[in-house]
C-alpha cells in the first residue's frame, strides 16, 4: 500500500504541509530580516534533507539516493520531518492543526505499513 498513487498523492501533500509549518513557525517566531530568513531558510533545509538521505531503490520514491542511508535511519529522518511539523505547529498556537496534522500522519505511516517494513529490512 505504501507506493499506491493514492497514498503517494497523500505523502506529497503532507510534505507540502509540514513545509509550510516550517515556514509558518518562522514567521510567528521573529521580525523582520530574521523572520524572512526563517521562513525561507527552515522549508529549505528540511527540502535538502528529505531529498538527499535516501535508501536506495526506495519503490516509493524514484529510487535515486544522492546519499544513501539505511532504512532505520530514513524513517527516523521522516518521523522527525513531521514530527518537528506538528510541534512547529503547536507552538505557532495552531493546536487544532497540529492535532490534525498528527493525526494523518500516523494513519499515513498505518496504510504505509508495507514501506515499514521494507524500510526495517533494509
Not at 503517494?8 to 513545509?19: K, P, V
Not at 539505511?70 to 505547529?89: K, P
Request: aromatic share 14%; charged share 10%.
Amino acid at each position: 500500500m505504501g507506493s499506491n498513487p493514492i497514498n503517494l498523492a497523500l505523502r506529497f501533500i503532507l510534505e507540502l504541509i509540514a513545509l509550510f509549518a516550517f515556514g509558518y513557525w518562522g514567521w510567528t517566531q521573529h521580525e523582520g530580516l530574521m523572520r524572512f530568513a526563517l521562513v525561507i531558510g527552515l522549508p529549505l533545509l528540511a527540502m535538502v534533507l528529505w531529498g538527499t538521505f535516501a535508501v536506495p531503490n526506495d519503490p516509493s520514491r524514484s529510487g535515486n539516493a544522492p546519499v544513501p542511508i539505511t532504512g532505520i535511519i530514513r524513517l527516523i529522518l521522516e518521523l522527525v520531518f513531521f514530527g518537528v511539523a506538528v510541534w512547529f505547529l503547536f507552538d505557532a498556537g495552531q493546536i487544532t492543526w497540529a492535532k490534525v496534522l498528527g493525526v494523518v500522519v500516523l494513519i499515513h505511516y498505518l496504510i504505509s505499513y508495507d514501506r515499514i517494513i521494507w524500510l526495517l529490512k533494509k
